[in-house]
């Protein structure tokens, strides 16, 4: 199941990249080489999650070989999941309201819009839904909080924003409002998860 979660992620990495291409090109050209970190923002989450992935598939082949107790604490390994989390939710549910909002405002959906809903619906579904793996603390959660409201300035303070479609461009500043309060429950969420899962022990030996 791991290394299936590891390759879907892996190659939808390499594949949203490539989707970046015409945008990172421009970017570089037109604007700043300084910019590029700020441009790819899906590819850029599901790397980290494919990161994460690693990581516990790591833990399993040294669960396997009976070395994985006490579990070592990585302040890395933690920023890597709290960003995974975090980006995977938030631009998950992004894409898809976005492809949603231009298709209500006439845009026409084409097979390529229904692949992206139904990648970025998977990507916030699989940031929830393997919550117990992780290992991330809160500081970690902070520091990418950090990380997310600086990429929405620089998307919608300079303009490196991914592309919209056409009808949504008059609204730029109603997605950038949107994507702000998306970025802060996002790490609301991340938090949350965070503190599931530390309570989660203190209840198991408390019965």
């Known amino acids: 199941m791991l290394w299936s979660l590891f390759w879907i992620n892996l190659l939808g990495t390499i594949y949203g990249y490539i989707w970046y291409g015409d945008q990172l090109v421009y970017t570089a050209v037109e ?34 070989a009976g070395t994985l107790n006490p579990p070592k604490k990585s302040n890395w390994r933690s920023f890597v999941e709290a960003f995974a989390v975090v980006t995977s939710f938030k631009y998950g549910i992004w894409a898809v309201t976005i492809i949603f909002a231009g298709a209500y405002k006439g845009d026409i959906l084409v ?34 909080a950090c990380w997310v409201l600086l990429n929405d300035t620089m998307d919608y303070g300079q303009g490196v924003y991914p592309w919209l479609p056409k009808v949504l461009e008059d609204n730029l500043s109603e997605i950038a409002t949107f994507t702000l309060a998306l970025s802060i429950f996002s790490v609301a969420v991340a938090l949350v998860l965070w503190l599931v899962r530390e309570l989660r022990p203190a209840r198991t030996s408390s019965k």
């Open 111 to 144: 097979w390529q819009d229904w692949m992206l809903v139904f990648s970025h619906l998977g990507m916030a579904a699989e940031a929830l839904l393997y919550f117990r793996l992780y290992r991330y603390r809160w500081l970690s959660v902070i520091l990418v």
């Open 31 to 64: 604007m700043s080489p300084l910019y590029l970190p700020f441009v790819p923002d899906s590819p850029t989450a599901s790397l980290f999650f494919t990161w994460a992935v690693a990581y516990w598939l790591l833990d399993h082949y040294r669960s396997m």
